[in-house]
C-alpha cells in the first residue's frame, strides 16, 4: 500500500493531557502534511513540514518528520475539548500526489 | 468558512437524476480537486485541475464528468449513478500542489 498509515487508529485522553499520533510512509516525499477533521466536515490544513525539515511548531502542534525511518509524528499540548477530531496525514509523494490514510480518531475527555 | 465554498451541503438523488456539484474558491489558488470520502476508507482522489486544465483522472467511472470553467470555479456534474457511490464529496484548492490544501466543507451525498 503506498497509503500513510497512522497509528494509533484512536485515542482517547483527558483534557489537559497530550496526544501524540504517529504517520508511517513507503514513498519518497518533498513534503508531509497534517490535517484535522471534525465529524462529518472538510479537513483543515494544519501543518507542512518538507523533507529537509526535522521539526516544525505551530501554536500547541509539533510535527516532526524523520524521512529515514519514513514516519511522522503529530503532538498535541495541553489537550482541549475542540480538538476532538479525526487527525490525518498525507505525505506528498514524488508523483505530486498527497497520500492519504484513515485517520487518528482522537477523543479528548472533559 | 474555509474560503472554499460548496454547495449544496446535502443531496438525495435517485440513480436516474443528473445534478451537478459546485465548488469555489477565491483564493488565488491555481489548482483545484475532487475527491470522495467514503466511511472507514482513506481519502479517494478524483480528478485534478490545475489552472483550468484537468492533469489527473483518477480512474474514475465516467458518470462523474467534472467541469472547470474558469480558476475559481470546479463542478462535478452527476449522472445515473449507484448507491456505492453515496459518499462525502470534498472540493480542495491550493496555490499549486506542492503546497497545503484548502477544503470545502464537503456535499453528502446519498443516492437512493
Known amino acids: 500500500s503506498q497509503q500513510g498509515e497512522e497509528d494509533p487508529q484512536a485515542l482517547s485522553i483527558q483534557e489537559g493531557e497530550n496526544a501524540t499520533m504517529n504517520c508511517s510512509y513507503k514513498?519518497?516525499?518533498?513534503?508531509l502534511q497534517w490535517y484535522r477533521q471534525n465529524s462529518g466536515r472538510g479537513l483543515v490544513h494544519l501543518i507542512l513540514i518538507r523533507s529537509n525539515e526535522r521539526e516544525k511548531h505551530s501554536g500547541r502542534l509539533r510535527v516532526t518528520l524523520d524521512t529515514s525511518k519514513k514516519s511522522s509524528s503529530l503532538l498535541i499540548t495541553a489537550s482541549r475539548a475542540a480538538d476532538t477530531a479525526s487527525y490525518f496525514c498525507?505525505?506528498?509523494?514524488?508523483?505530486?500526489?498527497?497520500?492519504w490514510g484513515a485517520g487518528t480518531k482522537l477523543i479528548i475527555k472533559p | 468558512e474555509t474560503g472554499v465554498t460548496q454547495t449544496p451541503r446535502h443531496l438525495v438523488m435517485g440513480m436516474t437524476n443528473k445534478k451537478s456539484l459546485k465548488c469555489e474558491q477565491h483564493?488565488?489558488?491555481?489548482?483545484m480537486y475532487w475527491y470522495k470520502q467514503s466511511a472507514k476508507k482513506p481519502l479517494e482522489l478524483m480528478f485534478v485541475?490545475?489552472?483550468?486544465?484537468?492533469?489527473e483522472n483518477n480512474s474514475v467511472p465516467s458518470r462523474f464528468s467534472p467541469e472547470c470553467p474558469n480558476s475559481s470555479h470546479l463542478f462535478l456534474h452527476l449522472h445515473t449513478l449507484q448507491p456505492e457511490d453515496s459518499a462525502l464529496y470534498l472540493c480542495?484548492?491550493?496555490?499549486?500542489?506542492?503546497?497545503?490544501?484548502?477544503f470545502g466543507s464537503g456535499t453528502r451525498l446519498t443516492v437512493v
Open positions: 498525507a505525505p506528498f509523494d514524488s508523483n505530486y500526489q498527497l497520500i
Open positions: 480542495a484548492s491550493s496555490p499549486g500542489q506542492d503546497y497545503g490544501y484548502t
Open positions: 485541475y490545475n489552472f483550468k486544465e484537468q492533469t
Open positions: 483564493l488565488g489558488h491555481n489548482a
Open positions: 514513498t519518497s516525499i518533498n513534503n
